[in-house]
């Protein structure tokens, strides 16, 4: 498709030779490799100019950690999409990483072709995980809904969604992707994506993970 062939992505390992394989492998692909960084404040800089659709990222950095460079680049621009590639399978790390940004989380165990499918899902703001992990972040969601929530959600100024968009936000609670919720509903991946954006921007929420515990705090997922 010639919408993937125009994604711009950024590598960012400190192991040049892993870094070099994974851009090559994603140049090949199609893909715009429009950066790739060695340590974290590179990685930060270098995200700025170049503007990247996705990042990959490894955790595991000198200067600045992984999480680190997710939390500066996604709160400065919530539209970056940030797919963790790991060698640490480690529960803390995930959670971790995904509390600071990431979108998804793939072991560096994953072959070429999962890789390039994570950043293609990644891209259009699917949450991609290695299988196992999932669960995992879905657990941990249901724990900090029980933190109290920043808004008052019987604001009667907040925001009211639409049916679809509440049916695709619970969807969305429930750890579906995009794919599973068109398919479920009947409609075109493109719509799910329209609908996960309008109530991103009439929630004030920045990504999918805010948008989940959002869904989570007020009950959704069970329903």
Known sequence: MSEERTL????????????????????DA?????????DGPQAVRRARAAAPDVLVLDLNLPGLPGVAVCKELVGENPALRVLVLSASGEHADVLEAVKS???GYLLKSASTEELLDAVRRTA????????????LVLGEFRRLAADPAPAAPD???????????????????????????AER?????RTVQNHVQNTLGKLQLHNRVELVRYAIERGLDDA
């Open 124 to 135: 259009v703001g699917d949450a991609v995980f290695t299988p196992g992990l999932a669960g």
């Open 30 to 38: 199609g893909f715009d490799v429009v950066a790739t960084a060695g």
């Open 155 to 181: 604001d009667p100024k907040a925001p009211r969604l639409t049916d679809r968009e509440t049916e695709v936000l619970r969807l969305v609670a429930k750890g579906l992707s995009y794919k599973q919720i």
């Open 101 to 103: 940004g990431a979108t």
């Open 8 to 27: 711009k992505i950024m590598v960012v390992d400190d192991h040049p030779m892993w870094r070099d394989a994974v851009a090559r492998d994603l140049a």
């Open 185 to 189: 509903l009947v409609i075109s991946h």
